[in-house]
């Protein structure tokens, strides 16, 4: 059961840090702890939104 609350933490803090970068809200990064809802996001970061800030 812990190594389930480390994954899905796993998978949480980096969308958490990243999604506002693409003006998504970080509310959004919930949903990363279900793998396909992960894989969406990871499509619409890569293909559908702009990176509005951030360094280069």
Known sequence: MIWLVLLSVAFVVPFWKLLPDYGIAKAWAITAIFPICALVLL???????????GQA
């Open 43 to 53: 499509y619409i970061m890569a293909f559908g939104a702009k990176r509005e800030g």
